[in-house]
């Protein structure tokens, strides 16, 4: 299974590196995401974000290829817990489905990102910063994946 985070923003402080990397890490190499960061389309004062948010779909569209699972994390989706990811990373993986974890810009997705997207999933009602989302999706992967393993780090 190939995984992809494709997420708008570019540049990111040290401590969200360094967060990512932790996680990514501890990853089995076969679960480890493969960045694609998309840069955050123009919002000139006073204008409509419609347009940035356009530009931003585009560009997720192209960096997800033809038959992966586009995964949109998305406060209007599907609230799931962690045991939940593992029993759907765990299914993904059986059926042979590549994956596209993907995180929007600040304004969140065009309405043809949506149109793609497989699977809408909430990490909270909270909004989250975008940085910060990157780390806490790689935690959950990971913690997903000790479940799986039977590894106690999840207790």
């Not at 997705?109 to 793609?116: G, K, N, P, Q």
């Not at 809408?120 to 989250?128: F, G, I, K, Q, Y």
């Amino acid at each position: 299974m190939k995984i992809l985070l494709v997420a708008v923003g570019t540049k990111m402080p040290a401590w969200v590196q360094a967060g990512c990397g932790e996680y990514s890490k501890r990853l089995p190499r076969d679960m480890m995401p493969q960045l694609v960061e998309i840069p955050l389309g123009p919002r000139p004062k006073g204008a409509s974000p419609a347009e940035a948010m356009r530009q931003e779909g585009e560009a997720i569209l192209a960096a997800v290829p033809a038959g992966y699972t586009m995964v949109a994390l998305d406060v209007r989706g599907k609230s799931w817990s962690t045991e939940q990811l593992a029993q759907n990373l765990s299914q993904w993986r059986m059926e042979g489905h590549n994956l596209a974890f993907v995180i929007g810009g600040p304004d969140g997705f065009s309405r043809a990102c949506l149109e793609r997207t497989q699977v809408r999933w909430s990490l909270s009602e909270l909004t989250l910063p975008h940085p910060v989302v990157r780390i806490i999706l790689l935690e959950q992967l990971y913690r997903a994946w000790t479940i799986l393993q039977n590894h106690p780090y999840h207790k």
